[in-house]
T-cell receptor, first 113, second 111 residues
Framework: NAGVTQTPKFQVLKTGQSMTLQCAQD?????MYWYRQDPGMGLRLIYY???????DKGEVPNGYNVSRLNKREFSLRLESAAPSQTSVYFC????????????FGSGTRLTVV | RKEVEQDPGPFNVPEGATVAFNCTYS??????FFWYRQDCRKEPKLLMS???SGNEDGRFTAQLNRASQYISLLIRDSKLSDSATYLC????????????FGSGTRLQVQP
């Protein structure tokens, strides 16, 4: 099925370890986003890429880096994981940045111990 | 102050009831408005867009009041399958061009 694919679905890290969350979309969308969701906090924007070749910080970028590898792929990297980064991470894509037509991946559940 | 505020609930209603959720947003530069639905441990999915003139999709009606900066969602004839968290979402006209999500209102429809 067409859509947004995130890998892995689950991950447990030790404090200080690094990892990259992968996201790929096959809808030829221009914009891609990374959000995290914590209980009672709603989804908070970490980074976004309005178009291939550009990335911008969102609301909570500290501790993360991103790469827009090509139009399809947008990865999120944790260089030195901390327990505060335990969360559910969602990648999304959209045709444009107007807000219409967001499609989300199924999420990555990350636990940092 | 959060950009988008919602009552977290839960709203516990019997099947067939009518239930309404409200949401307020703080940024007058907000341009686009949406309600998303999120089932437990799943990704959010678009329920409906919200227009100034109001819009209806079956049992769901959404309203926008720009002057008061609030958005509402009305669900009529609630079904068990409506049980979920409803997220109020806005997008600004300028600045960071990405959706801003409320923390959600949880609805539990009971038999």
């Amino acid at each position: 099925n067409a859509g947004v694919t995130q890998t892995p679905k689950f991950q447990v890290l030790k404090t200080g370890q690094s990892m990259t969350l992968q996201c790929a979309q096959d809808m030829n969308h221009n914009s891609m986003y990374w959000y995290r969701q914590d209980p009672g906090m709603g989804l908070r924007l970490i980074y976004y890429s309005a178009s291939e070749g550009t990335t911008d910080k969102g609301e909570v970028p500290n501790g993360y880096n991103v790469s827009r590898l090509n139009k399809r792929e947008f990865s999120l990297r944790l260089e030195s994981a901390a327990p505060s980064q335990t969360s559910v991470y969602f990648c999304a894509s959209s045709e444009s940045s107007t807000g219409y037509g967001y499609t989300f991946g199924s999420g990555t559940r990350l636990t940092v111990v | 102050r959060k950009e988008v505020e919602q009552d977290p609930g839960p709203f516990n209603v019997p099947e067939g009831a009518t239930v309404a959720f409200n949401c307020t947003y703080s940024n007058s530069a907000s341009q686009s408005f949406f309600w998303y639905r999120q089932d437990c441990r799943k990704e959010p999915k678009l329920l409906m867009s919200v227009y100034s003139s109001g819009n209806e999709d079956g049992r769901f009606t959404a309203q926008l009041n720009r002057a008061s900066q609030y958005i509402s969602l009305l669900i009529r004839d609630s079904k068990l399958s409506d049980s979920a968290t409803y997220l109020c979402v806005v997008n600004k006209r300028t600045g960071r061009r990405a959706l801003t999500f409320g923390s959600g209102t949880r609805l539990q429809v009971q038999p």
